[in-house]
């Protein structure tokens, strides 16, 4: 019964997260997208972690070579993601301190 | 399972917890530019420690193998994220690709590692996790192949393509089933993952590039779920999160995107996008159009008060983006009000037209998005299309047999005088004849996009002296 309670803990997590989720991006301005969309990337590849078990466990050879490349390529998301996210927000500038300039 | 934790695995489980909440905070901060760049910080904190917390599992006795699958992602990592801010698109999609094989591997190697022993409920949701998984890498990487124009961009249907798909996700789920049932038939489960590849490839095929921004979001919620089922496998509570959390902001951006498509989002669910309609556009005779050279446009546009310019995919194309910040400098300092109407699913990704304008420098408070705009195009002295089509194709609001009718579109014709910057009257990727065109207050500027607005540009400052 352990494992059907575990389950239960589960399901209760993913939906509670899927309730955040749902409310905290609704609210994101369309406007950044974009950099949403490569953040929301780099934060999926925490998948990593259970990357890494397969590859530091080494329970079997398979399971070795199949955690490695997932490493890898999670790793690659990662840095890829916060990397170019970071790039793009960066370019978002407000008009404001020329405001005055501009307005008139 | 862990009926109770040892010392160290409080601490990984907490270390575990601070990471969740700052993957939400990530997410929250993302509400506003003004605050999105702590949220990349918040975001890579939480990265580390969950990292960290993995890194001291007792189990692990190999650090060097980490170690050099960390760096080697690290090498591939960096010059993706140093792509050109117009190769975003496929980018992402492959980015995509690449968690879902995360997920996928992970997954097959937890099934032979677990497999004649392995309770239903478990290989349901590893099935769940391969399927949508492997289902993901493929399509995620024939979408990147088309973005990139590797591939036809072309929608490519056949007869009974709704048919083919719908099978061969049944014989998934059949052998899935199978498998619950019978988890030591461990031959059976490449067949799974075979079926679920062949699948992604043949739901990307009839995709036509105007509907990339609803599948690449599709994509997004399909690798989010995936990852979110691992997390069940592994009992990962991190993991779930996570998952959840991508998987509901790509299915909330799917949603936003194929309501600007008015698709049923159970329409885009089922992979029923991307028909080519019969095109019955029966040769009509020349209707008169009027055109003008850059001197009248600029004319025009100095002597306007209120500009909006409508950006669209085309705009990209012609890599037009820094002569229209020109354009934007110009008008701005004659004291020309100019604004830019974003429509949501212009570009080829959800928002891809503010990143592209935002990187030449256009301020972001000067990009609009369609519904605040809308009821300013009457108030508005010259409405500037470049590179936009259906988006501002008025046939969608009143032609019923329009096979856009019903989208949401950008109203530039209530505007007093509208200018469309185009290459010639062919109709655009879609196919479908624009009437904007032909109506009175209409001016066509016929020319490559950057071409023309850097030729506006140039007679705007010459004839200032």
Redo the contacts between chains.
């Keep these: 019964m ?3 309670s ?2 239960i803990n ?1 399901l209760f ?2 939906v509670l ?2 309730f ?3 409310e ?37 050879q ?3 070579i ?31 301190p ?1 405001a005055k300039t ?1 307005a ?1 | 399972m862990t009926p109770e934790l040892a010392g160290g695995q409080v601490v990984i489980e907490l270390l575990y917890l601070v990471a969740s909440v700052l993957f939400i905070l990530s997410l929250k901060w993302m509400s506003s530019p003004t605050t999105a760049r702590h949220g990349i910080w918040a975001g890579e904190v939480g990265m580390v420690l969950a990292i960290c917390g993995t890194l001291l599992h007792h189990g692990i006795i190999d650090y060097k193998l980490i170690a050099i699958a960390l760096v080697l992602g690290t090498i591939i990592g960096v010059p993706l994220g140093r792509v050109a801010m117009t190769a975003v698109p496929q980018r992402t999609a492959l980015s995509h690709a690449f968690g879902a094989l995360c997920v996928t591997l992970v997954g097959s190697a937890e099934f032979y590692l677990r497999s004649p022993g392995i309770s239903r409920f478990m290989m349901s949701v590893l099935s769940i996790e391969v399927i949508l998984g492997g289902l993901t890498v493929t399509g995620s990487l024939m979408a990147a192949g088309k973005l990139q124009e590797i591939l036809p961009q072309r929608p490519l249907t056949y007869k009974g393509q709704n048919l083919v798909n719908f099978l061969l996700l049944v014989a998934a789920l059949v052998i899935a089933v199978w498998l619950i049932v019978h988890p030591e038939s461990r031959t059976l489960f490449p067949f799974m993952i075979l079926i679920a590849l062949t699948f992604g490839v043949l739901l990307i095929i009839p995709i036509g590039g105007a509907d990339m921004p609803t599948v690449i979001s599709l994509l997004n919620g399909y690798a989010g779920l995936s990852a979110a089922a691992m997390g069940f496998v592994l009992d990962s509570k991190l993991l779930i999160i996570a998952g959840a959390l991508d998987g509901s902001s790509g299915l909330i951006l799917s949603i936003i995107m194929s309501k600007a498509m008015n698709r049923s989002f159970t329409n885009v669910l089922f992979g029923a996008f991307g028909q080519v309609q019969a095109s019955a556009t029966a040769t009509e005779e020349a209707k008169p159009i009027r055109s003008a050279t850059p001197e009248e446009a600029a004319a025009i546009l100095s002597a306007a008060s209120r500009v909006i310019i409508v950006p669209g995919y085309g705009m990209a194309v012609a890599q037009a983006q820094h002569k229209v910040r020109e354009l934007f400098d110009s008008l701005s300092k004659r004291g020309v009000d100019v604004r830019f109407a974003i429509h949501p699913v212009a570009g080829r990704m959800p928002g891809h037209m503010n990143v592209l304008l935002a990187e030449a420098d256009i301020p972001y408070d000067r990009l609009i998005e369609m519904d605040e705009i809308n009821g300013d195009f009457p108030q508005t002295d010259v409405a500037l299309v470049i590179g936009a089509n259906d988006v501002t194709n008025p046939a969608a609001r009143s032609d019923h047999s329009s096979p856009i009718y019903g989208m949401p579109i950008l109203d530039v014709d209530k505007a007093h005088t509208v200018m469309v910057i185009k290459r010639s009257m062919n109709p655009g990727f879609a196919g479908i004849d624009n009437p904007l065109y032909y109506l009175d207050n209409t001016l066509m500027l016929f020319g490559d996009a950057k071409a023309f607005v850097g030729s506006i540009v140039r007679e705007l400052s010459g004839g200032h002296g």
């Design positions: 352990n494992s059907s575990s389950l589960a997590i993913f997260a899927g955040i989720g749902f905290v991006i609704r609210r994101v301005s369309p406007l950044l997208h974009t950099p949403l969309m490569s953040l929301t990337n780099a934060l999926d590849a925490i998948a990593v972690v259970g990357a890494i078990l397969l590859v530091g466990e080494h329970k079997s398979l399971s070795a199949f955690g490695f490349i997932a490493v890898v390529a999670a790793t690659s998301n990662i840095v890829g993601g916060f990397l170019i996210t970071d790039r793009m927000l960066k370019m978002f500038k407000s008009s404001r020329a501009a008139k």
